[in-house]
């Protein structure tokens, strides 16, 4: 591996590191003598005789590691419990709150088994009482590990919406604006159904901009009704009504828009974000000796257009007269809209923006002292066991040597099988995080 990849995958890794989820809760979290102290504010145990922990997200295991280290000294006379939906490969062991697997790796989708777990979330907030204590934990994903489909349509309803929303490569606030009008939870709906009279919600942002309502589509945020802007973008994406059940549209025409309120004392608090974990990649790019570029938290649109705009920065910077070696940064989330095509294919977003770049520029020489790295935080990158991928004119040497042309994989949204044969896909497995994505684009100095 050359020093260039190994610099920029350990850049990308300080951003993830400084996100890590358990640390970000057992640095907010504390409890003494005057009571739970929660990001500087104090909860009275007095009276408490139940702390109930519910959530939802990929970073929700090493939250729920930091929550038990934190309440380790709880007082004797109250208890602690709770249910917390992660991905399958982030169940592991704990004392008190019990990590379910809702749905299996690389599926970011809502299943039956989430489903299963959301309703046990609203039973057991449902059974608090005025003295208890919520604390609700939510991360990335959690959209799709706290589905509570409304009585009027089904789970695959629900799933359907969501894939052709994806596959039109709608924005995620209107992809969560759907599926809160779709939900008994999201949009306050945990709030809701909620009977203690504290609540307080530890949050991990996957959201542009880190909106609290749509990070997990806000279960704590109560949020007005917006049928009628849902059901447009539904028309939108679906204009004959012939990929989405009729149900859902006569639903959203039927359901009156209202302002949701509910009157209990609920704080949410803001742990982490996309800008937290580009702060520390700067840091340790200053550390490794680059001058950095930083393109902020706020990337979005196609992430084939931003892959060739990273690979135009580090073209044009590069230059003999060079002194120092550059690091260009972008955080944010991109969106891939697929192709016509029947055909197997596999990839993320992260993979498709570094294909792209190759795609713009495949030959080797132009490669010289470039890489290009792009990786989703939570360590997933789309349906697939890799957080992202990286090029380098190592790879570029090796896909020269082969039969393999970009533009047939990127036509089709196939770069996962691509960056596979080449050696270029980054694996770490679950982060347990998730604050977006992180690219990071290297120009080597003299």
């Known amino acids: 591996m050359s ?24 640095s907010h979290v504390a409890v003494d003598e005057q009571g739970l102290k929660i990001c500087g504010q104090t909860i009275s ?36 419990g709770g249910w917390v939906n992660v991905p399958e490969d982030c169940v592991g062991p704990t004392q008190h709150i019990r990590l379910f697997g809702a749905r299996p790796a690389g599926v970011n989708e809502p299943t039956i088994t989430a489903a299963e777990g959301t309703t046990e979330i609203l039973r057991r907030v449902g059974q608090l009482d005025e003295q ?20 009027e349509i089904t789970l695959q309803d629900k799933l359907t919406v969501t894939r052709t929303l994806a596959a039109a490569a709608t924005p995620i606030d209107e992809l ?89 004392a609920v704080t949410n608090h803001l742990l982490g974000a996309n ?22 938290s706020e990337n979005s649109g196609h992430a084939a257009a ?11 910077h590069r230059n003999p007269h060079m002194q120092r070696p550059l690091c260009v940064l972008a955080g944010g989330e991109t969106t891939v809209e697929l192709t016509a095509y029947d055909g197997p294919r596999k990839g993320g977003r992260n ?34 066991d890799a957080a992202g991928a990286v090029a380098d004119q190592q790879l570029l040497e090796r896909l020269s040597e082969s039969r393999l042309q970009a533009a047939d994989f990127l036509a089709i949204n196939n770069s996962y099988p691509f960056f596979e044969r080449l050696d270029g896909l980054i694996r770490t ?12 684009g290297l120009v080597a100095g003299k």
Request: net charge negative; charged share 20%; with cysteine.
């Open 45 to 80: 145990l007095n009276a408490a005789r139940h702390i109930e922990v519910v959530g939802a997200g990929k970073a929700g295991a090493g939250m729920v590691r930091g929550l038990e280290q934190a309440l380790a000294g709880l007082p004797h006379g109250t208890t602690l």
């Open 3 to 26: 020093d260039l990849r190994e610099h920029a995958l350990s850049i990308w890794q300080a951003g993830v590191s400084a996100v890590d989820s358990e640390h970000l809760v057992r």
């Open 176 to 264: 969560n604006l759907v599926r809160r009008e779709l939900s008994l939870v999201k949009g306050g709906g945990l709030l809701a159904a909620c009977r203690a009279q504290k609540v307080v919600a530890l949050i991990i942002s996957d959201v542009i901009g880190d909106p609290l309502a749509a990070i997990a589509s806000g279960p704590t945020v109560a949020a007005a009704s917006e049928p009628r802007r849902a059901l447009d973008i539904l028309c939108r994406c679906d204009p004959d009504r012939q990929k989405i059940d009729e149900r859902v549209f006569r639903y959203l025409e039927q359901k009156p828009e209202r302002d949701q309120v509910r009157d209990v």
């Open 306 to 316: 931003l892959g060739c705009r990273m690979l135009d920065q580090l073209r044009a």
């Open 275 to 296: 800008a937290v974990a580009v702060a520390a990649a700067h840091a340790r790019a200053t550390e490794l000796g680059y001058d950095v570029v930083s393109l902020g």
């Open 132 to 151: 208890d204590i919520c604390v609700v934990l939510i991360s990335g994903g959690g959209s799709a590990l706290l589905p509570a489909p409304v009585p």
């Open 429 to 440: 497995g679950p982060t347990h995080t998730n604050v977006m994505d992180l690219a990071v």
């Open 351 to 384: 993979q498709e923006m570094v294909l792209a770049a190759v795609n713009a520029c495949p030959a080797p020489a132009e490669w010289s002292g470039l890489v290009l790295l792009s990786g989703g935080t939570d360590g997933e990158d789309g349906p697939t």
